[in-house]
């Protein structure tokens, strides 16, 4: 039986990079050390740790991983795939021993500079504004769809940034990690409908943005 190694495996994003995803592995105790060596003068803002888990076989996982999203990989010999990061934390989830995100992007709190932080939270914003119902054209209390067959339900805009669910105030994000029960980031707009056309058709329209 050919011998397996216990390790972490990884999905990064850069905001310098919208819309793709780094999915790799580490046999290190944590994953800071490798995302200090990413951040190289070649790259203008540090990398995110958008999921990290340990797993039996860290090999076998990260390279099941490459192939089910091989054809979205930019470069053959380089592990960047064009895909959303809730694609590949979706298999790492049934596969994990131990969630490791939030011990890792705690310590990246600690390590990273301020300057650092700044930079990559400022080209985020340049990147994709905030979503704003108003400025896409949904008026308040228009009434939106979550787009699932197996949880379908309605929730009625509240506010430019807000909508209303069972009596409860949410953004867009946080009611939808609820639906899909999730705990990892998530970019809502795809899953809900309005008349006919997804969120992230409206936001497309109004801020020219093709990261979602």
């Known amino acids: 039986m050919a011998n397996t190694k216990n390790g972490i495996v990884y999905v990064l994003s850069n905001p310098a990079m919208p819309g793709i995803v780094k999915i790799g592995l580490t046999t290190r105790e944590s994953i800071n050390e490798r995302l200090r060596e990413l951040f190289t003068t070649s790259v ?31 470069h053959p010999q380089r592990e960047y795939f064009k895909i959303e990061p809730e694609q590949a934390i979706a298999v790492l989830k049934l596969l994990q021993k131990d969630d490791v995100t939030p011990k890792i992007n705690e310590e990246l709190n600690r390590t990273t500079s301020k300057i650092d932080q700044e930079a990559g939270d400022n080209l985020k914003k340049q990147r994709r504004p905030p979503l704003n119902f108003i400025e896409m054209g949904i008026p308040i209390g228009s009434k939106i769809q979550f787009s699932s067959e197996d949880n379908p339900v309605e929730a009625t805009v509240y506010s430019d940034k807000k909508v209303y669910f069972n009596n409860m105030e949410y953004s867009l994000t946080q009611l939808t990690r609820e639906l899909l029960n999730i705990d990892y980031n998530v970019h809502p707009v795809r899953y809900w409908i309005y008349n006919g056309k997804t969120i992230s058709e409206y936001y497309n329209e109004t801020y020219h943005n093709e990261d979602f």
């Open 44 to 74: 203008p803002v540090p990398f995110e740790c958008e999921f990290a888990c340990k797993v039996d076989d860290c090999n076998a996982v990260e390279n099941a991983l490459h192939i089910a999203f091989g054809p979205n990989r930019i």
